[in-house]
Structures are given as structure tokens and as C-alpha cells.
């Protein structure tokens, strides 16, 4: 699914007796998402109100995370004080028709932060979309080698989510500017992970996802990095973890790139 600006449609939500006025569109990434009459959304609620809490949220089939191993994931993540995203199940109805049990996941925005009783700061990520136009192409490798992986993520953009409200607050803007320096020189190997991360959090959460087999959230297309302004450091925000897979090795003995920033670093 390659999305576009002009991919949302007005809509209603209806819970209980409210209805809610909310942008929709489609989501999702691969094709497991759009299988069958059980679509994947995201929902944007209009007019400032908010659903449990939430102004932004998806709705998807519990089978794109893995059933119940997403919902354990952020319950073990909570349980250590470390982010994560609300996350539940519930009937969905689309214009009458039942569709079953939908899991409703939050989405990334001031209020994931402050659910989580951290000061407001921005959420990074990196940016995706020519990864994902790569993948669409037919019969194509995504990457010959080891170098080519580690070309492709050290190249991405940066991104924040809520760009807008971010460059319109100084300070936010501010804290933007300084995250995007600290993770590109990150990327590049030029300050050990130990300057870039809280690493008493960031070793709690390699410890849960070693638990929970949910080694997919730290694929660079899924990892979210919370910067905490107190700190001046990253902390990780658990999603798409996949959780509950069987699971083949641990973080001291995974080959990819992020185990081995981490694990070099004696700290």
C-alpha cells in the first residue's frame, strides 16, 4: 500500500451513544493488511475529541500482530515503566456489516507521551517510503549484501511525527533539531550508544523483546525513539512487535546492525 496525501475520507464512529467525526484512510504496509472484508485503518478524530483516551489510533485484524502476543508485548512493556502503546480489542461494525475482533493501537503523538508519564518531547523515526517503493517492485532483491542494509538506513531521512506542531513550538523545535544530530551521529558510529540512549531502559526493552519473541519491532522500519528532554537521550517506544513468534535466538546472538551497536558498547 503506497499512501498519499489525498488518501483520507471523512467518516463516522459510533461508540455507545456518541458518534465521532473522524478522518479515515487505509493502512498498513504489505497486502496482510487489505486481505479479505477485514481492512486495516487509521483514524484521525476530528474537533480535538478523543476515543479511550486516544486522538490518532489504528484499527486492524489482531492476526497482522500476532493475535495476543502484541497485547502481552506493551502489558510487559508498561509493567517496567518503559513506553508503550494502548492497546485493545474490540467488536468492529463497518456501515452495519459485522467484521469480528479488531485491536485498536495507538498512534504517535503528544498524548502517547504524556500516557505514559513522560515529559512532552518529540518521536523520531526514519523514514521509510523508499524502502517500501523498493519492496513493491516485482522479482527484486531488496539488498545484495550486507553493506547495501547498512546503506539503506544510514542513508534514510529522519523523521518526526507531528512535524507541524513540533516547528511551531520553539522549544520542541529546538529538542527536533537536536534529537535528528544525535541520531544521525549515531548512524554514522561517530558517539557510542551509551551518549545516544538510556541504556537501563533501552537493556529492559532488548530483555522483553528477547522474552516475548518480538525481535520485529527492532527492525529499522518499526523502531520509534522517544527523546526525553531531561535526559537529552533516546528511549524506545515498543510497536509491531510481532510478539509471541518462536524464538531462535537471543539479542547477544543476533547479527544485525542495531544488536551490534549495542552490544559493543561495554556499558
Do not use: C
Amino acid at each position: 500500500l503506497i499512501k498519499q496525501k489525498k488518501d483520507e475520507v471523512d467518516a463516522l464512529i459510533k461508540y455507545g451513544d456518541t458518534n465521532f467525526k473522524v478522518k479515515l484512510r487505509l493502512k498498513g504496509d504489505v497486502v496482510d493488511h487489505l486481505s479479505g472484508s477485514q481492512w486495516s485503518y487509521r483514524v484521525k478524530l476530528k474537533n480535538n475529541k478523543s476515543l479511550f483516551g486516544m486522538e490518532k489510533f489504528s484499527l486492524q485484524t489482531p492476526k497482522t500482530r500476532n493475535y495476543l502476543g502484541e497485547w502481552i508485548f506493551h502489558k510487559l512493556l508498561e509493567y517496567e515503566d518503559l513506553p508503550s502503546l494502548r492497546y485493545k480489542l474490540v467488536n468492529v461494525y463497518l456501515n452495519g456489516k459485522n467484521l469480528g475482533i479488531y485491536s485498536i493501537e495507538e498512534h504517535f503523538d503528544k498524548i502517547t507521551v504524556e500516557n505514559n508519564r513522560y515529559r512532552e518531547g518529540p518521536i523520531f523515526a526514519l523514514d521509510e517510503t523508499r524502502w517500501w517503493l523498493d519492496y513493491s517492485k516485482p522479482i527484486k532483491s531488496l539488498y545484495g549484501s550486507r553493506n547495501e542494509y547498512e546503506e539503506d538506513f544510514i542513508t534514510r531521512p529522519i523523521k518526526v511525527f507531528e512535524l507541524g506542531e513540533i516547528i511551531n513550538d520553539k522549544t520542541l523545535n529546538f529538542q527536533f533539531a537536536y534529537g535528528s544530530k544525535l541520531l544521525e551521529k549515531f548512524l554514522n558510529d561517530e558517539i557510542p550508544i551509551s551518549d545516544v540512549f538510556e541504556i537501563n531502559k533501552l537493556a529492559k526493552f532488548l530483555a522483553i523483546i528477547d522474552l516475548n519473541g518480538s525481535g520485529h519491532s527492532l527492525h529499522w522500519n518499526n523502531m520509534r525513539l522517544y527523546l526525553n528532554p531531561i535526559t537529552k537521550k533516546f528511549i524506545p517506544i515498543g510497536f509491531d512487535s510481532n510478539g509471541g513468534r518462536n524464538i531462535y535466538s537471543l539479542s547477544i546472538n543476533n547479527s544485525s546492525i542495531f544488536h551490534e551497536k549495542v552490544l559493543l558498547d561495554k556499558k
